[in-house]
């Protein structure tokens, strides 16, 4: 499986950004997808996450501002990103919880990783 984010760059504080993904290979299905975000020098975390027809689920720092969609037809995540803050710069990375066969277990797949600035 592979994913192939983009949309990322240099944003002004209060400005907006989307970042896309798109999932593709041997999908049999695709439980949930998301996005994480990896500052410099922290840890990677949970940014928001969407599970099929589900209810998407924010880390409490972007509930508000940011909105997670999904295209099911073409195995795409949408991170809509709007009044972005200097502390939302990172590398926002894509995943997708997915299936490759019936038989075997789902598991994470990741993106290459885009990097988002905010900065004046």
């Known amino acids: 499986v592979q994913l192939l984010a983009s949309g990322g760059g240099l944003v002004q504080p209060g400005g907006s950004l989307r970042l896309s993904c798109a999932a593709s290979g041997s999908i049999f299905r695709i439980n949930a997808m998301g996005w994480y975000r990896q500052a410099s020098g922290k840890q990677r975390e949970l940014v928001a996450i969407?599970?099929?027809?589900?209810?998407?689920t924010y880390a409490d720092s972007v509930l508000g501002r940011f909105t997670i969609s999904r295209a099911y037809a073409k195995n795409t995540v949408y991170l809509q990103m709007n009044s972005l803050k200097p502390e939302d710069t990172a590398v926002y990375y894509c995943?997708?919880?997915?299936?490759?066969?019936?038989?075997?277990?789902?598991?994470?797949?990741w993106g290459q990783g885009t990097q988002v600035t905010v900065s004046s």
């Open positions: 995943t997708s919880i997915t299936m490759t066969q019936p038989h075997l277990p789902s598991r994470h797949y």
């Open positions: 969407m599970a099929t027809g589900g209810i998407p």
